[in-house]
């Protein structure tokens, strides 16, 4: 069964910069395209940007474009979401997730398996 493992969260000052990572194991990582969501409190889970399996498209919500940039390494198996100019509003639990031969998507059924969220938190 597949494993995500998420990290590089934390408090950053608004204009700041996180790198986060997600660590896949348990399967062959090239057979999933890979995305990121993010969970305010109180709010619905909400998606932030996918990447396909060959890591050659990405596709980003209208809200973090030009300041996002999501990457994989798939000899490391691993995907990265550097976020930059992050701003109070985008505190939230960001849950990396993965989708067995799929191009992925912004929908949160179209994943498969999911991590157990890394907290990012941007101070005002």
């Known amino acids: 069964q597949v494993q995500l493992v998420e990290s590089g969260g934390g408090l950053v000052q608004a204009g700041g910069s996180l790198r986060l990572s997600c660590a896949v194991s348990g399967h062959i990582f090239i057979r999933y395209a890979m995305g990121w969501f993010r969970q305010a409190a109180g709010k619905e889970r909400e998606f932030v940007a996918t990447?396909?399996?060959?890591?050659?498209?990405?596709f980003y919500a209208d809200s973090v474009k030009g300041r996002f940039t999501l990457s994989r390494d798939n000899a490391k198996d691993t995907v990265y979401l550097q976020m930059n100019s992050l701003k109070p509003e985008e505190t939230a639990v960001y849950y990396c997730a993965a989708a067995l031969f799929k191009s992925g998507g912004s929908r949160w059924s179209e994943y498969d398996s999911w991590g157990q969220g890394t907290q990012v938190t941007v101070s005002s």
């Open positions: 990447i396909v399996r060959s890591g050659g498209n990405t």
